[in-house]
């Protein structure tokens, strides 16, 4: 059985010996927190008072309960506070950056009428950390008085390197065209003040590290700090490097960071309706069913496949089908921490809003449902001058394969058809795989509730035990092209 002092053997800064851990595979996670499952009746009525905005009376029943999932509802509700921390004086200010004369009526009247995100909590209006970004997505009368932002010049260009990648591709009859080397550098630092970080803690921590896969392949560990240090294995559903330090000086920051290059190739095979197979007999039926909570085949998702699905039988055509409905019927907006979504794929459908995983969970959910194999995938997006999380999704078609599929970057803004669709079924050259699934188990397991149960992109960190929620540390990714 793998132990942790295998952490003695470590990577050496320039000439790494990773080490592959090995363990039976696990199940699949429900990818939540057990608060937004749990049966408990404790647990169900903290829900309901946090569903009506009673925080404090959700805590005060909760009380000292050790329940794991009445522990973990504490734990939402924190994060929840954390997430709708902005009164009206702090959006105010933010919206002042961009309109001049906004005025507190002005923000009820957006708040009234959909444009703002908030939720009442213990009697107040509290907004979401992340606005006024979406104001400015679903508010015309905000989106019209705001101030134009100068706009970069010589930026990279989607739609111009599609076109390169689909020119690549039928030039020479391969669908991986147009590699880019990647070197990426990326770090973590946990601010010496806090509060946990005491003489002797130890310090856990989990860094995103790039999939072996046909679009990414190799994939090499450069160095880490602390050198010695854990990469999760080829199969792993989360793939990590995970390192360790103990606290020497109290007060010191610690950071932890890892250096690596990996290849991405843009995808590009040639789909042609009249080439699409149906599933063959032999198919071992996985990923056609349901995934309590972020997939599941509601009254209302069944009803919705069918009219978007008709009497459509080909597969291919199918997928597209519902690739359109979510590009069209579901608005990307800012979203929550994934922790505080009980269902992706239901709160998607109910509000008709979401962000990349959401939108990406409902494409999924809804295949699936209309008999198409789906899956989940995640990491960054590296375009340059845009680096960022990205959760994105495939699926499975004869005689292709597994195919990938970008709800969140949708039908492109091209009289080409081939660019318009380009992301439903091919993939950018700029791309960092990190997720093959969700809410899949780190190696080595971790103690505390994930800050993100579902997804890993971040990095996850813990002291003795306690989780570190983001607000608690700075992350920073570098990215370096066409690196040796």
Known sequence: MFKLSLLAIGCAMMNHAVLAA????????????????????????ARNLVEAGKFAQAQKLLGTSRLPAAVEMGEIISRSRCEYALD?????EKVRKGIADVTPGDLRRWRDEGGLQWRMIDGRVRYFRSEPANLYRFCPEAKRRKKEDAKAEGGFVTEKHLAEVIAAAESSAKSDVLPIRHRVRYSVTVPGDHAAMKLGALVRCWLPFPQEHTRQPDVRLVRSWPEKCVVAKVEAGHRSVYLEQRVEEVGKPMLFKVEFDYTSAAYYPVLKDGEA???????????LSERPPHIAFSAQLKETVANVVGGQTNPLVKARRIFEFVHSEIAYCAEEEYCLIPSFSEKALRTRRGDCG????LFITMCRAAGIPAR?????????????????????????????ADPSYGLRESGDPKVRYFYFGHQDSYRMIVNLDYGAPLWPAKKSLRSEPADFQRGELEIDGRNLYFN?????????YGAK
């Open 472 to 480: 608690e540390w700075q992350w920073e990714m570098d990215v370096e």
């Open 22 to 45: 090995v363990s039976e595979p696990e199940p699949a996670f429900a990818g939540t927190s057990a608060a937004w499952t749990s049966g408990e009746p404790i647990v169900q009525q």
């Open 358 to 361: 959401l939108q990406s969970m």
């Open 376 to 404: 989940w995938q995640s990491g960054w997006e590296t375009r340059p001058g845009l680096v960022n999380m990205h959760d994105w999704a495939e699926f499975f078609v004869e005689p292709w394969g597994w195919l990938p």
């Open 88 to 92: 009206e004086a702090g959006l105010l």
């Open 277 to 287: 197979k149906a599933l063959s007999p032999s198919y071992d039926g996985r990923y």
